[in-house]
């Protein structure tokens, strides 16, 4: 049953980077990077299930923390153009 | 005992199959669906019901282990995580004007211009 759901995963992610090198805007490409993240970390799941040593788990928790931080850190990046803090302006300098 | 193990086997069978028969349906919507927002509606689905359905055919499938608690804490994880990525990319896709095409009139936005469309 693990070899459905693998091939199904695979399916998937061919299907999401289809999306994903032909979006047409950038946030069709963010959204198919982050289904494409989640997918991955199912297919590592599903991986150590097949393979009768279910051990890749913590890679896939691994996999899903800095999949959900790199898509907020592209969005900040594309709505701020900076990934650190955003410049402030200073008062005191505006006075002039 | 056999009767339980067996009983198992079949709802870990039907609840894997049907987390990848709705994996592979957000995946051919985000391939097929015309517009952004569409797409958005296609991905929704392979976060929350097949992400949901596959955790949970392995859950049952591991029995009482650490796997299952590794399994759960990652269910959740992708469970809170994905509704807030999802609207972060439609949130900063509506600030940066990209509007329904067919739709346009019925959002309470104001519709784009047919030219500007792609915010790129």
């Known amino acids: 049953m693990f070899v459905v759901a693998t091939i199904a995963v695979f399916v998937s992610m061919i299907l999401v980077l289809v999306r994903l090198f032909s979006g047409p805007t950038m946030y069709d490409r963010v959204l198919a990077v982050n289904t494409f993240g989640t997918l991955t970390v199912l297919l590592i799941g599903v991986l150590g299930f097949l393979n009768e040593r279910p051990d890749f788990l913590d890679i896939a928790f691994l996999y899903a923390l800095i999949n959900f931080v790199g898509t907020i850190a592209i969005l900040k990046f594309f709505r701020y153009r900076a990934i650190g803090d955003t410049p402030r302006r200073d008062p005191d300098a505006e006075v002039e | ?120």
């Open chain 2, 1 to 120: 005992m056999v009767v339980l193990d067996f009983f198992f086997e079949i709802v870990s069978w039907v609840l894997i199959v049907s987390g990848s028969f709705f994996m592979v349906v957000g995946a051919l919507g985000m391939w097929r669906f015309p517009d952004f927002w569409a797409r958005l509606h296609a991905a929704s689905v392979t976060d929350s019901a097949g992400v949901i359905l596959l955790i949970a055919g392995m859950c049952v499938q591991a029995g009482f282990t650490l796997i299952t608690v590794k399994l759960i804490i990652i269910g959740i994880f992708l469970f809170i995580t994905g509704p807030t990525a999802t609207h972060a990319v439609a949130n900063a896709a509506l600030t940066s004007g990209l509007r329904p095409t067919e739709a346009a009139g019925l959002t309470g936005a104001t519709p784009a211009p047919p030219k500007t469309k792609d915010a790129t």
